[in-house]
């Protein structure tokens, strides 16, 4: 309905022009209005109402036409972005970290809303404007056949106008994103907690106003240079536009083969036609523009459905490192960030956060990673789950009834199947503490208590207003934790994955001693049989349980052994063992 209102509502527009080239050359008779006769009064009469009725007919599609392109723009709008948000949450771990890949997402992320929704209704009106000039072209051939190829070319300056202004608009939209993004990020950090009572308890501002008032000018200076290209460019068009239907008037005019009738009829029908087609050029400049995002966008959406489904491994799985090093890679640098302090001085060259490492962990087996900050550790898990991607030396898991001895999975896609993770510096997802704890929604009720319980959750959840369907985050009218408390959450996530291989990444940091001991004990003792468990942990008195403790130092394996036998080796480990007991 609201496409047939749209198309018909975009022919009356079309067809106005000419419409009333042919009614008031009609109602003018071949000699003019004959004003001294009633039938010169009758014509004139004739001539009013089609004046009238034209400009309300004018009036009313105009606006119908935009409100149903409105209408029929934001479902669209909704469709593309629900189809981008599913496609996103399919994006593969690897692609979250390439700048390349988060550059196209929002790309296609800008390109919706101004692009790629409205890029059907854009394409009809262009094509309306056209079609409405060739007629009108055509009701003023008669009179001059120059005279209304001019008429018909009038429309083109402006297009050409907007389609420049269009262009530098789309050239300057990324480095707008980019200034805008920042804007944001401090905009979040003083609107919300707990980042706004942090920077409120801090005596200084951390440099954010500062920070901010560039962006918003280099924002500002944008948009100056976009207004600057409109004057010019529009400045020019309308000065040929003026040229090319003064022209036509003249020709018209001065030709003597016009009637009397039809000059009146010429001069209504052309300020007509040139108001359809004015409003046209930003539609087209639009258009031609856009294209380039919205293949951007088709090009991202194939990118995410080609990535490949993550398949389930269970069953024991063991882990063998071999001469594996990784450096991450080098952070690129943007042109219009070239007066931004930071990113001048990332190194272009890394260091090696990992170094010719090697190591087994047995199926079933619990091991801790052990080292000082920076030493490799999180490097190290993420290669192993998958996260990560080693160009340098290998990374496999061995799955099979056996214990671990059957098949390889070496792809990352295999190994982040096999695995789950408590990430260091996980992620307050502020959902409902269900969806936070089972984010596949596949566990019965008793299964996430089960779970709960192991992470020491479980009074938690209880003890919420609405259970395991309590809304998690203030921000969303949901209730507040503790760090601790949501990190036995993101614990329970793990324990309720069902994977085979867990790695846990300093996950009971924030958590109270007595509730630590306790999963530690059950880490060791309670795990589902056949589970292997990779820690890492700078807390080396939780750790006396471990089969087996790798120490890392700078990138390189520097111990191995059971507790005991490492303290007794007095190394690396035997002195953080002795510095955290003081
Ligand atoms: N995202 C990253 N981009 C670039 N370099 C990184 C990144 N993450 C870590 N590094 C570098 O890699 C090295 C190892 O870091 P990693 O996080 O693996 O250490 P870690 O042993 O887990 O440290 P911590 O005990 O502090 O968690 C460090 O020197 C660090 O600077």
């Known amino acids: 309905m609201r496409t047939v209102v749209m198309w018909l509502s975009m022919l009356v527009m079309m067809a106005m022009p000419s419409l009333q080239v042919w009614l008031i050359g009609w109602a003018c008779g071949p000699d003019g209005l004959g004003m001294g006769s009633g039938l010169g009064v009758g014509r004139f009469a004739v001539i009013l109402a089609v004046l009238t009725v034209g400009a309300v007919l004018m009036s009313v599609s105009s606006s119908l036409a935009q ?28 692609q979250t970290l390439d700048d390349e890949v988060t550059t196209q997402v929002r790309a296609a992320r800008d390109a919706i809303p101004y692009n790629v929704a409205s890029q059907a209704a854009d394409a009809t009106s262009v094509v309306g404007a056209l079609a409405s000039m060739v007629m009108l072209a055509a009701s003023l051939w008669h009179m001059h056949p120059l005279a209304a190829l001019m008429i018909a070319l009038a429309m083109v300056p402006e297009l050409l106008a907007q389609f420049g202004v269009e262009k530098l608009t789309n050239e300057l939209w990324p480095k707008r994103g980019r200034e805008s ?47 600057w290209r409109t004057v010019q460019l529009t400045g020019v068009s309308s000065l040929v536009f003026a040229v090319l239907t003064g022209g036509a008037f003249w020709l018209i005019l001065t030709s003597g083969h016009a009637s009397v009738s039809s000059i009146p009829a010429a001069l209504v029908g052309i300020m007509t036609g040139l108001s359809v087609t004015r409003t046209t050029g930003e539609a087209f400049g639009n258009l031609m523009a856009s294209t380039p995002m919205i293949l951007a966008y088709e090009r991202l959406m194939d990118l995410l459905r080609a990535n490949p489904a993550i398949p389930e491994t269970t069953g024991p799985v063991g882990v063998h490192v071999e001469h594996l090093t990784y450096a991450y890679p080098t952070v690129a640098k943007h042109d219009d960030d070239a007066d931004d302090a930071s990113a001048a001085s990332v190194p272009a060259v890394q260091t090696p956060a990992l170094d010719d490492v090697s190591l087994d962990v047995e199926a079933g087996s619990i091991v801790a990673l052990v080292g000082e900050n920076g030493s490799g550790k999180t490097t190290l898990v993420k290669l192993i789950a998958g996260i ?142 056949g589970t292997t468990v990779i820690v890492i942990s700078h807390r080396p008195r939780v750790l006396t349980g471990m089969d087996r403790i790798i120490v890392l130092d700078h990138g390189h394996v520097n111990e191995t052994g059971t507790y005991r036998q490492l303290v007794d080796s007095n190394g690396t480990f035997s002195r953080l063992a002795h510095d955290s007991l003081e």
């Open 181 to 227: 993004r920042r804007a944001n990020y401090f905009e979040r950090l003083l609107d919300y907690p707990p980042s706004s009572t942090e920077i409120a308890a801090t005596a200084g501002s951390f440099g954010i106003p500062a920070q901010a008032r560039v962006r918003y000018f280099n924002m500002a200076g944008m948009w100056e240079r976009i207004s």
């Open 388 to 529: 990560l991607d080693a160009p340098d030396g290998t990374v496999t898991l061995s799955s099979g009834a056996d214990g671990g001895n059957g098949r390889t999975l070496g792809s990352w896609a295999e190994r982040l199947g096999a695995s789950s993770m408590v990430f260091q510096d996980f992620t307050h997802i502020e959902v409902t503490v269900r969806e936070f704890i089972d984010p596949a929604l596949r566990q019965s009720d008793d299964e996430l208590c089960d779970g709960l319980r192991r992470a020491r959750a479980l009074d938690i959840v209880d003890g919420l207003p609405g259970g395991l369907d309590t809304q998690l985050g203030q921000e969303w009218g949901g209730v507040g934790l503790s760090g601790g408390q949501w990190q036995r959450l993101a614990l329970a996530r793990t324990f309720l994955s069902g994977k085979p291989l867990w790695i846990l990444d300093e996950p009971t940091a924030a958590v109270d001693a007595t509730a630590e001991a306790a999963i530690y004990h059950d880490l060791i003792a309670n795990r589902p049989a």
């Open 67 to 94: 409100n149903m392109r409105d209408l029929l723009q934001e479902p669209l709008m909704a469709e593309y972005q629900s189809d981008l948000t599913d496609a996103l949450a399919r994006l593969t771990p690897a």
